[in-house]
């Protein structure tokens, strides 16, 4: 039976690891190759790794970093962040990453959802969505949650799936930071309407948020930061909670 | 010993070649004929479309190339589906190294998404390539198409349907599965290819 993911996910800012909480205050939380090597052998599914740095600078140090975490991890890991064009997915592709996160740049450009379909492949494909909760439902957010746009969850969410995207990841900027839980009806609600795997990202605390994530979220993955990367999770303790609930985990 | 990556136009050859060198080996990417007929083992991986691919290799004259390969080959992904018959993928006629066509999955219940995505396990393995291998274990899967379980089955993982997780043949392997990219399960599948 296909096994739920448990996804660490490293913020990189100049090459080291952060980590915000309700995307402000960053964190320092080590070296990113070593910290997903560390992962992967405590049984990490996948990696996630997003750069934070805007400048063209740190986009190119990004770019060695993939090089650098390529070579070193053997299982599969997704990159994101800045990504804007065709041209950024093909750099980050050749330097050895299995697939790339788009956020932004898929709102601005939709088209580019379907262009990274048809030249790399769906599974490449991972679009991330930041929303929050607002009077009219679940709205997406741009720019790390400052810009409200005026795209809701739920429609964006099936449109990018009808445009080939491979999975969602799903962010609620509610629950990012503060460590009380997924937002597991959002997420029942995404996995129901989509084809594609669900990834639940934000608001893991303890183990039973993991659990919920994959039990009432139906979600086919869960992604964390901090509980992981400051230990107050170790992944092997958080895999065998899950199997005593019975959920299908490697 | 020499080991040849078939080098054509599929994506992420370089997650291939940096498992082999995690593993010791010095592997060369090359469509070279001569280069690849001088190394022990020949890898044949795949990320992309199968007509497409097809195509090029028809075009670089690789395809009857490839079936006449004596030493040991490994397909991995699209490359072990381009190894049968045909696919359902483009419509596309293969190298038929394997008897056996590729299907598309379809859906049963909406649980089951396609592609199927991440880690499942292989069972009733039956090939060098998984010696040493005591239960099941969990290997990494991205893919939409699949071949279903025939004579060449070498490895069996259940998704929507139990399906051919590896193919062995003759001096042909193939896994469905990314052994690059499966952690240490995959490494062991690795070395026990490159000790064939």
């Known amino acids: 039976m296909l096994a739920k993911r448990i996804i660490p996910c490293l913020d990189i800012k100049d090459g080291q690891t952060v980590k915000g909480t309700n995307f402000v205050n960053l964190r320092e939380a080590g070296d990113p190759v070593e910290?997903?090597?560390?992962?992967?052998?405590?049984?990490?599914?996948e990696l996630v790794y997003l750069d934070i740095t805007a400048s063209h600078e740190g986009r190119k140090t990004f770019t060695d970093l993939v090089r650098r975490i390529a070579a070193e991890i053997n299982i599969p890991f997704t990159v994101g962040g800045g990504i804007g064009e065709l041209a950024d997915?093909?750099?980050?592709?050749?330097?050895?990453?299995?697939?790339?996160?788009?956020?932004?740049?898929?709102?601005?450009?939709?088209?580019?959802?379907?262009?990274?379909?048809?030249h790399f492949g769906s599974q490449v494909c991972v679009v991330a969505i930041d929303a929050r909760q607002t009077p009219q439902g679940w709205k997406c957010y741009l720019n790390g949650g400052r810009l409200e746009t005026d795209r809701y969850l739920m429609d964006w969410a099936k449109e990018v799936n009808d445009r080939g995207a491979g999975e969602i990841l799903f962010t609620s900027m509610d629950h990012d930071g503060v460590k009380n839980g997924y937002a597991n009806a959002a997420l029942a609600e995404l996995s129901e309407s989509l084809t594609i795997p669900v990834?639940?990202?934000g608001g893991a605390g303890k183990k039973e948020h993991f659990r919920d994530a994959f039990l009432e979220g139906k979600a086919d993955a869960a992604l964390a930061a901090s509980v992981f990367h400051f230990g107050e999770i170790p992944i092997p303790e958080l895999k065998a909670y899950l199997r005593s609930e019975g959920i299908n985990i490697r | 010993m020499q080991v040849a990556i078939i080098k054509y136009n599929a994506g992420n050859?370089?997650?291939?070649?940096?498992?082999?060198?995690?593993?010791?080996?010095?592997?060369?990417?090359?469509?070279?004929?001569?280069?690849?007929l001088k190394a022990d083992k020949i890898i044949f991986p795949g990320v992309g479309e199968a007509e497409t691919t097809m195509n090029h290799l028809r075009a670089n004259g690789l395809d009857l190339f490839i079936k006449d390969l004596k030493q040991p080959v490994l397909g991995?992904?699209?490359?072990?589906?381009?190894?049968?018959?045909?696919?359902?993928?483009?419509d596309t006629d293969c190298l038929g190294i394997f008897d056996t066509d590729v299907c598309r999955f379809l859906p049963k219940k909406h649980e089951d998404k396609v592609p199927h995505m991440g880690w499942n396990t292989i069972g009733q393995t039956c090939s060098p390539l998984f010696r040493g291998f005591g239960k099941e274990e969990f290997v990494y899967f991205v893919h939409s198409y699949y071949?279903?379980?025939?004579?060449?089955?070498?490895?069996?993982?259940?998704?929507?349907?139990?399906?051919?997780?590896?193919?062995?043949?003759?001096?042909?392997?193939?896994?469905?599965?990314?052994?690059?990219?499966?952690?240490?399960?995959?490494?062991?599948?690795?070395?026990?290819?490159?000790?064939?």
């Open chain 2, 76 to 90: 991995i992904c699209l490359g072990m589906q381009l190894m049968c018959r045909h696919s359902e993928e483009g």
């Open chain 2, 147 to 196: 071949v279903p379980v025939n004579v060449h089955t070498a490895a069996v993982t259940d998704y929507i349907l139990p399906f051919s997780a590896a193919l062995h043949k003759d001096n042909f392997y193939a896994t469905q599965f990314h052994p690059e990219k499966s952690g240490k399960v995959g490494e062991r599948i690795l070395s026990n290819f490159l000790n064939l």
């Open chain 1, 89 to 118: 997915v093909d750099r980050l592709l050749n330097a050895g990453a299995d697939k790339v996160s788009v956020n932004s740049a898929a709102i601005r450009n939709p088209q580019l959802v379907n262009d990274i379909a048809k």
């Open chain 1, 35 to 45: 910290l997903g090597k560390m992962y992967s052998e405590q049984g990490a599914d």
């Open chain 2, 13 to 36: 050859l370089f997650s291939v070649d940096y498992a082999l060198r995690r593993l010791g080996v010095e592997p060369v990417i090359t469509s070279d004929k001569e280069l690849l």
């Open chain 1, 199 to 201: 990834i639940a990202s």
